[in-house]
């Protein structure tokens, strides 16, 4: 018998593209109830992976449901003649009553409980909104969901940055508290090849035709 270094099987590839750029404030918590759009440069890089992407193996193409991720998702859909998929669980983690303002403003406004998150950014609730740790399990959820509904297959993900970096984390089994050293551009794409015992950073935060070696 042929001892082999590795067994081989195959994996079921998922591809994370993180949406365009818009022009809401990147000093700001993300609202929900804003929910911007695309700028224009947000659309470019939306167009970029669309191109970047046409003709590819993918079975299905999956969105968050917001407006940014949606309509990232169109320019892929477009390049890959697939329909978009809403998923719910994909979106950027709400952080509540605080959605929408800047650190300074929830000093200002909350100033208990921006104490409360400052000495445990984990575990932590905002008013209304949920933890780091209730974010990270709502993604996994939503990832695992479409990992078992394409079995060695190829999926494309339009999601957003935080949720990249809890995919990212829970795959390289880092400290939840280094997510935030995990750098990604907007239209950036990371793939992970999943098999049944884990899953494997192929890339991470390529830029199509224009990031630099």
Known sequence: MVEKIREKEEATTLIFFRHGKTDFSEERFYSRKDDPSLNGEGRLQAENLGRWVKGGAFSALYASPLKRTMETATYLSGGLNLNVIPKTGLEERTMGKWDGLSPDEVKERFPGEFLKWKSDLLNFVPPEGES???????????????????????????????????????????EAGHHKRIVLGYGSATRIDYTSKWGNLYYLGVVPFTQAP
């Open 132 to 174: 780091w740790k209730e974010f990270a399990e709502r993604i996994i959820k939503a990832v695992d969901h479409i990992r078992s509904a394409h079995p060695a297959q190829r999926v494309g993900v339009v999601t957003h940055v935080g949720s990249i970096r809890v995919i990212v984390t829970k795959t390289l089994e880092m």
